[in-house]
Structure formats: structure tokens, C-alpha cells
């Protein structure tokens, strides 16, 4: 291996069936690195404007002709699989990545075999390789977290990845060795991507998998824990295949009991237990893995990913567990991360130092728009006014953010004090379901201030939920839950995020003002914003007061 070489990885194995929405493969993706640092990523879906695409063939050869993504002559390409297969081939096949069909999981990537046609009868061979999908998901780790520590315990735990949905791994005297990998942890994410019951609970249909695990997290928040709905779930294989029998469930609801359900509605309290229950089950499944894991090993740190990994209740019983030192999870846990995973893992493979980054990744597509401009105390002042007087306004600055979550680059604020203004946000501006909750952004000095439970970094990445402090939800009752807890992103210092950092910092040195709604700047089922002419025309369509693109302020 040449450590020279940049590397360019994608994730874009085609679905087995093409349809309008994701089946079994979603958020197609890209990364280009090279001396361990990203130079380019994309999430598709912010370029193409379709939720979780699946297209990345489609769209790869216009990417390369159009120099949006700037190929050098020679790079090695590195191809993520997944269970569905391992092969990559671009519209017109001019990029094709092929390797053997994968058997086992191993530290390692496979050789592959790779062409690109270049020009009309000119092509070339290219270096290539196969990443396990497993894999991918661990070593997304390190462009945020910098290189593995020594004795970690490495986890992915996915809806499904390329042989198993679970898979831990003990990184020790610098190597990487296999404790286990299988589907029996299977039933719990299917709670969340493929069940019946959660699934008609919330009115989603099976096409919906992807967005269905924030909302019964969500939802579950306003139910009950109850040893007697999981026995009744258990005994019934928690009715995973019970599609269009929903009356056999209320049936049974009815006889084990005597509660009368004659439709799914979410207002109903016996529902929102079932949900609770869901969670509950996942939570101490899961949290008496890695507790063995732990004891097999003990290991002092953990590195996790996975779509699992955005259960953000879990993560915070995990953290509170005190089983490492540390956990680490990258903000794009998910799919969307698996291009910078395989990325990481070929160029640790080739003896670079991975470099940490920012979660401000997304650049493919915004390399010819205006980005210098400086923060100006004015349009600090002028956005707090804004705000101040109950407005909404939409961030459109700089880079994306990589992964599902608005980090402040690509969000939606507003005041965090109030309830009304939090419902309209949500469910009038985004149109959103009545249940599902808006998280805050606040200084970490506030954070620590205002959580029950001890300050951890993750909360950069919005992926914990802290328990408020009875003094403190009044002044955050906008974004408080209905288990009294909020998923906060903090923020440290200019460094994390300028124009965030300042507002924040205004607001709470001249007004008391001690958090802000943060939510990604797009409506139900729409991506992210990713331009500033997308911006624009979001804000218009959904009424905002203000809108800031690259620093300043747009008053609408």
C-alpha cells in the first residue's frame, strides 16, 4: 500500500429493487481522504434533495465529469458492502468495483478489482478494495476521536450489515480481535425498522423504516415501563409479523387485559406503554451485552456505531452504567458514515495518522458559494432581536454537518422557554407528529449547570439525553420531554462553532437567555438543506423570521 495515495471511498451498493422510496439500503454516501483528512465527503441525499438515497450510482460519473468531486490521476478506492452485495457499478458502468462474495468477518479489507473509464476508449485499472459494512461502522469512529486506545472494546450494532447486525471486536497491543459477531440481537433493532406492532402504533408503513426509530424513541418517552405488556410481548414474538392482523392484536389486548382498542391512536396511554416497553427491552438487552463484554475483557474505553447507536436513552444508560473510562460515538453512527469508516480504516491500513475532525464535513457541492465571511457583532445582536421577540430562524453556514443531526450549520432556532413556540416549530413549521421532541442547544458551562446527571462530551453530537434540574425546566420547558429529560447539544467554545457560540453567549450574558431550539433546517421527509439557495427557498416556504447564510442575517 502506497500511504500517499488518497483514498476514495463509497458506499453505494444498489438496493434490490429500485422503488421511490429505500427498502433494504439507504443513505448512499462518499469520502475522499488522503494523509488521514477528509478532503471531500457527501451524503447523497443533500445533493440529490431525495430522504436516505440509494442512487450514489446514478449520480457518481457526473459528480467526477463536473469536478464537484475532484479526483486526482491516481487514488485507491475502497467499496463498503452490505448484506444485499458487494459490488459497485455506476450508471453507465464506467466506475465498476467487484470483489469475492464475503464468508467471514475479519480485521482486514479484501483486494477487489476496479475500472474507471476515464474517456471515450481510455480507461484504467485502480487499486481497490472491500470494506465490511461492520467495519465501516467501528472506524467512523476515528475521524472525530482520533486513533483507537488501547484497550477498547469496539461495537457495531446495526439494523443489518453485511453478516450480522452485531458485531464486538477487543482492540488490544494495537490489534483488532474478533470476540463475536451473529443476528441474535436482531430482534431488538427490528423493534425499531421492521415490526408490526411499533410500526402501526405510530401509523408507519414498512417503507418508513428509516425515519420509524426516532419517532417510537420519541414516543416512548410519554409511556411506562411494564413487566406484565413485555411478558405479553414476548410470549407473542412481540407480534414482528403480524402485518394487517391488527385485529388479532386487539383481540389479545383485550384478553390479556381487558382494555378495548378498536385503531392505533397515538393519544392512547396503554399504546404509549407498549412503546416504552419496546425501549426498555432494547435498553437492558443491550446494556447486559456490553456489561459481558466488559467483564470478558476489561476493556477501559468503547468505541460504538451503528444505526443502533442513535438510541440516545440507551447511550446515556450505557454511559451511567461507569463500566470504561470513556465512550465514543461519532455524530454520523449510522449509515451516512459508513464512506469516512472505510475511508479511516484503508488509510490506518496504510500507516496514516487519522486526524480528528469537525463534524462540518459535507462539502461536495458548496465549493463555489461565499464562506468568509466573519461573524459580526451586529448580526449577533440583530438575530438575538429575532429571536427575542418569538421569531424562527434558519442557519444555512458554511460546511454540513455529516449524519442525521442539524449541529448548528444546518438548523432551525428559537427560543427554548416556551411550549407554544416549541409546537409550532415543530409541528407547524416542520410538520412533525405531536409526540416528537426538539432538542436544545446551549453553552456547555449552562449544560453543567442545568443536568442532573454529570456532563459528557457526546452531548457536541446531540446523542445523550440529560435530566433536567426541577429549577431549570421552566426556563427550558420548550424543549423538556415528557420524562423531564432533553437532548442537549453543547457547545464549548468559538472553535466548535463561531456563530453559535457568540449567539448563545449573547443571549446568556445580556438576557438570561439559557438555551435555544436547535432542529435541522428541513420539513417531515425532506433532507437537510444543504445550499443556500435551498435555504432560501425552505425559509420562504416555511415563514421564517430570519435567515442567516454565511454569517448574515436576512430578515424575511
Same mark, same amino acid.
Given at each position: 500500500?502506497?500511504?500517499?495515495?488518497?483514498?476514495?471511498?463509497?458506499?453505494?451498493?444498489?438496493?434490490?429493487?429500485?422503488?421511490?422510496?429505500? !427498502?433494504?439500503?439507504?443513505?448512499?454516501?462518499?469520502?475522499?481522504?488522503?494523509?488521514?483528512?477528509?478532503?471531500?465527503?457527501?451524503?447523497?441525499?443533500?445533493?440529490?434533495?431525495?430522504?436516505?438515497?440509494?442512487?450514489?450510482?446514478?449520480?457518481?460519473?457526473?459528480?467526477?465529469?463536473?469536478?464537484?468531486?475532484?479526483?486526482?490521476?491516481?487514488?485507491?478506492?475502497?467499496?463498503?458492502?452490505?448484506?444485499?452485495?458487494?459490488?459497485?457499478?455506476?450508471?453507465?458502468?464506467?466506475?465498476?468495483?467487484?470483489?469475492?462474495?464475503?464468508?467471514?468477518?475479519?480485521?482486514?479489507?479484501?483486494?477487489?478489482?476496479?475500472?474507471? =473509464?476515464?474517456?471515450?476508449?481510455?480507461?484504467?485499472?485502480?487499486?481497490?478494495?472491500?470494506?465490511?459494512?461492520?467495519?465501516?461502522?467501528?472506524?467512523?469512529?476515528?475521524?472525530?476521536?482520533?486513533?483507537?486506545?488501547?484497550?477498547?472494546?469496539?461495537?457495531?450494532?446495526?439494523?443489518?450489515?453485511?453478516?450480522?447486525?452485531?458485531?464486538?471486536?477487543?482492540?488490544?497491543?494495537?490489534?483488532?480481535?474478533?470476540?463475536?459477531?451473529?443476528?441474535?440481537?436482531?430482534?431488538?433493532?427490528?423493534?425499531?425498522?421492521?415490526?408490526?406492532?411499533?410500526?402501526?402504533?405510530?401509523?408507519?408503513?414498512?417503507?418508513?423504516?428509516?425515519?420509524?426509530?426516532?419517532?417510537?424513541?420519541?414516543?416512548?418517552?410519554?409511556?411506562?415501563?411494564?413487566?406484565?405488556?413485555?411478558?405479553?410481548?414476548?410470549?407473542?414474538?412481540?407480534?414482528?409479523?403480524?402485518?394487517?392482523?391488527?385485529?388479532?392484536?386487539?383481540?389479545?389486548?383485550?384478553?390479556?387485559?381487558?382494555?378495548?382498542?378498536?385503531?392505533?391512536? !397515538?393519544?392512547?396511554?396503554?399504546?404509549?406503554?407498549?412503546?416504552?416497553?419496546?425501549?426498555?427491552?432494547?435498553?437492558?438487552?443491550?446494556?447486559?451485552?456490553?456489561?459481558?463484554?466488559?467483564?470478558?475483557?476489561?476493556?477501559?474505553?468503547?468505541?460504538?456505531?451503528?444505526?443502533?447507536?442513535?438510541?440516545?436513552?440507551?447511550?446515556?444508560?450505557?454511559?451511567?452504567?461507569?463500566?470504561?473510562?470513556?465512550?465514543?460515538?461519532?455524530?454520523?453512527?449510522?449509515?451516512?458514515?459508513?464512506?469516512?469508516?472505510?475511508?479511516?480504516?484503508?488509510?490506518?491500513?496504510?500507516?496514516?495518522?487519522?486526524?480528528?475532525?469537525?463534524?462540518?464535513?459535507?462539502?461536495?457541492?458548496?465549493?463555489?458559494?461565499?464562506?468568509?465571511?466573519?461573524?459580526?457583532?451586529?448580526?449577533?445582536?440583530?438575530?438575538?432581536?429575532?429571536?427575542?421577540?418569538?421569531?424562527?430562524?434558519?442557519?444555512?453556514?458554511?460546511?454540513?454537518?455529516?449524519?442525521?443531526?442539524?449541529?448548528?450549520?444546518?438548523?432551525?432556532?428559537?427560543?427554548?422557554?416556551?411550549?407554544?413556540?416549541?409546537?409550532?416549530?415543530?409541528?407547524?413549521?416542520?410538520?412533525?407528529?405531536?409526540?416528537?421532541?426538539?432538542?436544545?442547544?446551549?453553552?456547555?458551562?449552562?449544560?453543567?449547570?442545568?443536568?442532573?446527571?454529570?456532563?459528557?462530551?457526546?452531548?457536541?453530537?446531540?446523542?445523550?439525553?440529560?435530566?433536567?434540574?426541577?429549577?431549570?425546566?421552566?426556563?427550558?420547558?420548550?424543549?423538556?420531554?415528557?420524562?423531564?429529560?432533553?437532548?442537549? =447539544?453543547?457547545?464549548?467554545?468559538?472553535?466548535?462553532?463561531?456563530?453559535?457560540?457568540?449567539?448563545?453567549?449573547?443571549?446568556?450574558?445580556?438576557?438570561?437567555?439559557?438555551?435555544?431550539?436547535?432542529?435541522?433546517?428541513?420539513?417531515?421527509?425532506?433532507?437537510?438543506?444543504?445550499?443556500?439557495?435551498?435555504?432560501?427557498?425552505?425559509?420562504?416556504?416555511?415563514?421564517?423570521?430570519?435567515?442567516?447564510?454565511?454569517?448574515?442575517?436576512?430578515?424575511?
Amino acid at each position: 500500500m502506497n500511504k500517499n495515495k488518497p483514498t476514495l471511498a463509497i458506499f453505494g451498493i444498489k438496493d434490490r429493487f429500485v422503488t421511490e422510496k429505500t !427498502t433494504f439500503v439507504h443513505d448512499h454516501n462518499l469520502c475522499l481522504m488522503q494523509d488521514g483528512k477528509v478532503l471531500q465527503y457527501l451524503q447523497l441525499e443533500r445533493f440529490s434533495r431525495r430522504k436516505y438515497d440509494n442512487r450514489l450510482y446514478e449520480f457518481l460519473e457526473d459528480l467526477i465529469d463536473s469536478k464537484l468531486l475532484n479526483l486526482p490521476d491516481d487514488y485507491d478506492i475502497v467499496n463498503v458492502n452490505i448484506f444485499v452485495g458487494n459490488t459497485f457499478i455506476s450508471k453507465s458502468g464506467r466506475l465498476r468495483v467487484e470483489s469475492n462474495l464475503q464468508k467471514e468477518l475479519k480485521p482486514d479489507l479484501d483486494e477487489a478489482q476496479a475500472w474507471f =473509464q476515464y474517456a471515450d476508449w481510455e480507461g484504467k485499472e485502480i487499486n481497490a478494495y472491500e470494506c465490511p459494512h461492520e467495519l465501516a461502522h467501528i472506524f467512523s469512529c476515528l475521524p472525530f476521536f482520533g486513533e483507537f486506545r488501547e484497550n477498547s472494546l469496539l461495537v457495531s450494532f446495526d439494523g443489518a450489515s453485511s453478516l450480522c447486525n452485531f458485531s464486538a471486536w477487543h482492540y488490544i497491543d494495537g490489534q483488532m480481535k474478533l470476540l463475536e459477531y451473529h443476528w441474535e440481537l436482531g430482534y431488538l433493532s427490528k423493534f425499531f425498522n421492521d415490526n408490526f406492532l411499533s410500526f402501526s402504533i405510530l401509523k408507519a408503513k414498512p417503507d418508513d423504516h428509516c425515519s420509524v426509530p426516532g419517532k417510537l424513541m420519541g414516543y416512548a418517552s410519554w409511556g411506562n415501563y411494564s413487566e406484565r405488556i413485555e411478558k405479553w410481548l414476548k410470549d407473542n414474538g412481540y407480534f414482528k409479523d403480524y402485518w394487517d392482523k391488527e385485529i388479532a392484536i386487539f383481540q389479545s389486548i383485550k384478553e390479556n387485559f381487558g382494555i378495548e382498542i378498536s385503531e392505533f391512536n !397515538t393519544h392512547n396511554p396503554f399504546l404509549m406503554d407498549i412503546a416504552a416497553t419496546f425501549q426498555h427491552i432494547f435498553e437492558q438487552e443491550f446494556l447486559q451485552k456490553i456489561s459481558e463484554l466488559q467483564r470478558k475483557t476489561s476493556a477501559e474505553y468503547m468505541y460504538y456505531a451503528g444505526g443502533c447507536a442513535l438510541n440516545i436513552v440507551t447511550n446515556t444508560k450505557l454511559i451511567g452504567k461507569l463500566l470504561f473510562k470513556n465512550i465514543f460515538i461519532p455524530p454520523c453512527c449510522n449509515d451516512s458514515g459508513l464512506s469516512l469508516g472505510a475511508a479511516a480504516f484503508l488509510e490506518w491500513k496504510k500507516g496514516n495518522k487519522i486526524q480528528p475532525h469537525s463534524p462540518y464535513l459535507c462539502n461536495i457541492g458548496l465549493e463555489n458559494e461565499n464562506r468568509q465571511n466573519e461573524v459580526s457583532e451586529e448580526v449577533i445582536r440583530q438575530t438575538a432581536e429575532i429571536l427575542l421577540h418569538d421569531g424562527i430562524i434558519g442557519v444555512c453556514n458554511g460546511i454540513s454537518e455529516v449524519g442525521p443531526r442539524a449541529l448548528g450549520n444546518r438548523s432551525l432556532l428559537a427560543l427554548a422557554n416556551s411550549k407554544e413556540l416549541a409546537k409550532k416549530l415543530s409541528m407547524e413549521v416542520k410538520k412533525r407528529e405531536w409526540y416528537r421532541p426538539v432538542a436544545p442547544i446551549m453553552l456547555e458551562k449552562v449544560a453543567r449547570q442545568v443536568t442532573v446527571q454529570p456532563y459528557h462530551n457526546l452531548a457536541k453530537y446531540m446523542l445523550l439525553d440529560f435530566h433536567v434540574k426541577p429549577e431549570f425546566q421552566n426556563d427550558l420547558q420548550g424543549v423538556v420531554h415528557a420524562n423531564e429529560t432533553a437532548r442537549i =447539544q453543547s457547545v464549548s467554545s468559538e472553535t466548535d462553532n463561531p456563530f453559535i457560540f457568540r449567539l448563545l453567549t449573547y443571549l446568556y450574558d445580556n438576557h438570561g437567555i439559557m438555551a435555544l431550539i436547535n432542529t435541522s433546517f428541513n420539513a417531515q421527509g425532506e433532507p437537510i438543506v444543504h445550499t443556500a439557495e435551498q435555504a432560501m427557498l425552505s425559509a420562504k416556504r416555511m415563514n421564517l423570521q430570519g435567515l442567516i447564510i454565511d454569517n448574515k442575517l436576512i430578515k424575511m
